[in-house]
């Protein structure tokens, strides 16, 4: 792939990457804080709450989103290392957050260079860097199924994608690209240095992105059985150096959850099911029909064909997608990267073709128009000042109040999205504020909302909860009715104020 198309692209992508948070913090004005998401604000204010706990000092994770958050954990240490790294350099978290976020980017597009040229059946020029921006810019057809009122999965599983990866967090193209790196290099290790490389990588792929781990070790049990059956030599290094020490982690994080009575109720919680066979089917064509094409061209040569790493990898993902497991969905992570390379070839043996040189340029349209439906959205929807996305100035001013004067175990009772997003912003817990991280969450929200709607006659409900704080702005007072409480006020400032509950 010539370097001079390889970087303007990469470039393009980098910036289109950057320019909807751009806008978005623009169309704040005066009035309004954005929060730092533009999709999935969710799992966005889980990141920041976990960047707070390392920029305060911690290694070992708390559940945020509780006010009974267990002992501490050795997970999530990638956002915990961000959160240190924001401590040391002095700087916002939304800053250190989003500038990872840009390189992993950067990272994952170097790896899908390398890895397309790699694997790639055609050595053109102009077949590799077709394929590569078809990996990095194409999603599927859900754009053309929301025309009939669908959701697919390409406009909201981003981990499966290259481009809504790194989009939406920095450890999805980190670890892709971690996934990336280990699956080519994993073919030729065969010395000291390439397997402590493996063993590195390794360990840092069950970090950051832990379902890469199994992901990449089914791909390498696929190998190895095919060899079995083939009477080939099996690599063994390289498979123990690439899948052993991550795997050791995982099991380990896995047993710390398990052996955590809150973590083993956010695990619970946390159900993430695979998408239906039709929706797969759409958010990953057109790339997954030229790839099957490419797959059907080669079934003369099995041996061939179940050694490659790009047939594994698709057979991995579909298989553990659709095992009886709660996490399921996140299996799917990075499927559409083997089904571009793959279907990068057919495109080019077609359009060698006269009649079919029309092909890449229709297969590239229609492969961004989703990923260019996600920004539109993303970018008019910020001009909206949604809920979940803004917080009005004397929010976030109060907000700041309480981060640098509350002692910093202090629970807070809030709104559902003032709990969602100030654990985030502050450091301090909430009675609930998310899902799966809150614990008995179901209960709780009814709790909180029940609280809400009469605030005077469930006071009990607030010290029941665990609440040792009350946001009470404007939100709070839109769903209650009610102005004030009668408690102690710590803060009371531009129509919010903060409630001190006493045991």
């Not at 029309?358 to 993303?378: D, E, F, H, Y």
């Not at 654990?423 to 609280?451: C, D, I, M, W």
Request: glycine share 8%; aromatic share 12%; hydrophobic share 55%.
């Amino acid at each position: 792939m010539r370097g001079k198309v390889f970087w303007v692209v990469t470039i393009v992508f980098l910036l289109i990457l950057l320019l909807p948070y751009v806008l978005a913090w623009a169309a704040a004005g005066s009035d309004w804080v954005f929060v730092g998401f533009l999709i999935n604000p969710l799992d966005g204010n889980s990141y920041f709450a976990k960047m707070q706990q390392g920029a305060a000092g911690a290694w070992l994770f708390r559940l945020p989103f509780t006010a009974e958050p267990g002992e501490g954990s050795f997970l999530f240490i990638f956002y915990l290392i961000l959160g240190h790294i924001a401590r040391i350099v002095h700087a916002p978290l939304w800053m250190i957050f989003h500038g990872a976020r840009l390189v992993g980017a950067l990272v994952l597009a170097l790896a899908l260079r390398r890895f397309i040229e790699r694997y790639h059946e055609k050595t053109t020029a102009g077949g590799l860097e077709f394929t590569f921006a078809l990996s990095l810019f194409g999603a599927g057809l859900g754009w053309l199924a929301s025309l009939a009122g669908a959701f697919t999965a390409d406009m909201w599983v981003a981990e499966a994608f290259p481009f809504f990866s790194a989009l939406v967090n920095p450890h999805f193209p980190i670890g892709l690209a971690l996934l990336l790196f280990l699956i080519q290099e994993s073919e030729r290790i065969g010395s000291i240095g390439g397997a402590t490389a493996a063993v590195g990588l390794s360990a840092a792929l069950a970090l950051i992105m832990p379902f890469g781990v199994v992901a990449l070790c089914t791909i390498q049990m696929f190998g190895m059985l095919v060899r079995l059956i083939l009477r080939q030599r099996i690599p063994w290094l390289a498979v123990l150096t690439s899948c052993v020490p991550g795997g050791l982690l995982l099991v380990g994080q896995y047993l710390q959850i398990l052996n955590h009575s809150e973590l083993a109720q956010w695990n619970q919680q946390n159900v993430t099911l695979s998408p239906p066979a039709w929706d797969v089917l759409v958010s990953f064509s057109p790339a997954l029909i030229l790839a099957g094409i490419s797959i059907w061209r080669r079934r003369k040569n099995l041996g061939e064909l179940a050694l490659d790493p790009l047939v594994t990898w698709v057979a991995a993902g579909v298989l553990l997608s659709i095992l009886p497991f709660n996490l399921q969905r996140r299996f799917l992570l990075g499927l559409y990267i083997p089904l571009a390379v793959l279907a990068g070839g057919t495109a080019a043996q077609l359009a060698a073709r006269k009649k079919t040189r029309w092909l890449r340029s229709g297969l590239l349209i229609a492969s961004i128009m989703s990923n260019v439906l996600i920004l539109l959205a993303s970018i008019l929807g910020a001009y909206q000042h949604p809920p979940k996305l803004y917080l009005q100035t004397h929010e976030y001013a109060a907000m700041q109040w309480m981060a640098e004067n509350s002692p910093k175990d202090s629970v807070v009772l809030a709104s559902e999205d003032i709990g969602m997003i100030l654990p985030g912003q502050t450091g301090l817990r909430v009675v609930y504020g998310h899902p799966y991280e809150t614990t008995n969450a179901e209960s709780k929200q009814k709790a909180v909302a029940a609280f809400l709607a009469n605030p005077g006659g469930e006071m009990n409900t607030a010290r029941d909860l665990g609440a040792t704080l009350i946001f009470w702005g404007p939100r709070e007072k839109e769903l209650s009715g009610v102005d004030t409480l009668p408690l102690t006020a710590v803060y009371n400032q531009n129509n919010v104020s903060i409630y001190h509950v006493a045991p």
